[in-house]
């Protein structure tokens, strides 16, 4: 079996396996030793887990022969390493929890491996998803596949890197401000921000808990919505998920956009969006509007606002879920003569600078006499965005404009300055504190790197965005972008 058919749609892997043709055990081993050889370079895994993933292979090829399949079964998939598996190691990218084994399973994870799909590895992140390029990792970096002196994204740099590079067909990340949609665009991939409260939260290590929304990124639109319908619903063990019934997302994929009114916002195209990014959408606004949608010109005026908000919230919830690395119960303990020191020296240790600057910020918007200052403010701020959006959803059906301001920028490039790490998500975040949900779809390349097409819907409005993105797709003719791998192929 070649490499080249671990680029291919998982649906159609599903398909041969089912007649047959292919094993899944054919496929992880493939998997695997494409992780192998292409890693070192690439740095998407945290941790490979290859023996399981064997055994799970095997299980997958019996599910097969007894018709118990279904299009996940066999198939390879990576899990962001802020999402518990049991018995299996979950860092958060962060050097406090370097050895942390949860003790149960998150609910995304138990459902991918009761469907039969095929744990390959932990992806690396930004230290507890704080952060857009994956540089905030405790460990390492990831590389862009597409480039390897470039950042994939974050804080799901190592997910969104795993799948372009077909290390697996399909991976899940979290996005609290944009780090499934912005490393998705920068990788030339598919990622979908569920709805708040669409997808469970259990087991799945908190950032900021109002915002926190995990989803799939795969190279196609279909991949996508063959994941959501298994990972969505109501969950008992997280009272914020919405009892709202799952549709089927690949059957609502007609290709049909006729009459539908897409919103084109002005403020997601200031002069400072990259030449090359607001060609490529452009572009994909046009062949949206060829195939029968209308574009309508709209304002979110709340959007620079939105950034403001996002960095007084998200902070100051992580600031209050930060706080349970203390040293005590779990992770990294440092020794002290008394508690006070323990708790410092294990913080210090066991934080990076970025997780460090959250809690400081959080610290302080919460504080007594800034509290009403800043985070009420905030959250007086985050009602105005959440209008925003209401009144454009009753002109559009859909919002779409560019995911990310630039394609995918050089390791180090933004290190030493958080504002312009931050302003990543000035087109992301907005979605996140208002709740709804958005998809990034590749539209081409600007420079050689991969631009993202954010289309954004109303709450619940997965169906539509996907059928959007979808159709987008298809008339495109460039649905699954393969970066050029020259890289660590024998000689
Ligand atoms: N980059 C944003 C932040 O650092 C968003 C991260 C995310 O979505 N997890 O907070």
Known sequence: MTEGILHRSFLDLHELMARREISSVDVTRATLERVQ???????AYLLVTEEQALAQAVEADRAYAEDRANALTGIPFALKDIISTLGIR???????????????????AGRLLESGAVLIGKTNMDEFAMGSSTEHSGFFPTRNPWDRDRVPGGSSGGSAAAVSAGMAAFALGT?????????AS????????????????????????????????????????????VIAGHDPHDSTTLRAEVPDYRAGLTGEVRGLRIGVPKEYFPDTLESGV??????????????????????????????SCYYIVAPSEAMSNLARYDGVRYGLREQAADVWTLFDRTRERGFGAEVKRRILVGAYALSKGYYEAYYVKALEVRAL????????????????GPTSPTTAFRLGERLDDPLSM????????PANMAGICGVSVPCGLAGGLPVGLQILGPKLGEQTILRVADAYERSAGFNVLVPPLTFGAPA
């Not at 929890?97 to 609910?107: A, F, M, R, S, T």
């Not at 996005?175 to 490393?183: A, C, K, L, M």
């Not at 490529?280 to 959007?303: F, K, N």
């Open 37 to 43: 050889r292409l890693d070192p370079d690439v740095g």
């Open 90 to 108: 979950t860092t958060c990218g962060s050097r406090i929890l370097e050895n942390y084994v949860p003790v149960y399973q998150g609910q995304v």
């Open 175 to 183: 996005d609290t401000g944009g780090s499934i949609r912005q490393p």
């Open 186 to 229: 920068l990788c030339g991939v598919v990622g979908l921000k569920p709805t708040y409260g669409r997808v469970s939260r259990y087991g799945l290590v908190a950032f900021a808990s109002s915002l926190d929304q995990i989803g799939p990124i795969a190279r196609s639109v279909p991949e996508v919505a063959a994941v959501l319908g």
């Open 278 to 307: 607001a060609a490529a959408v452009s572009q994909g606004l046009a062949s949206l509007e060829s195939l029968g949608a209308h574009l309508v010109d709209i304002s979110l005026p709340m959007t620079d606002a939105a950034l």
């Open 385 to 400: 965005v959440q209008r925003d959006f209401e009144a454009a959803f009753q002109q559009v059906d859909v919002i779409a």
């Open 422 to 429: 931050y302003l990543a998500d000035a087109f992301t975040l």
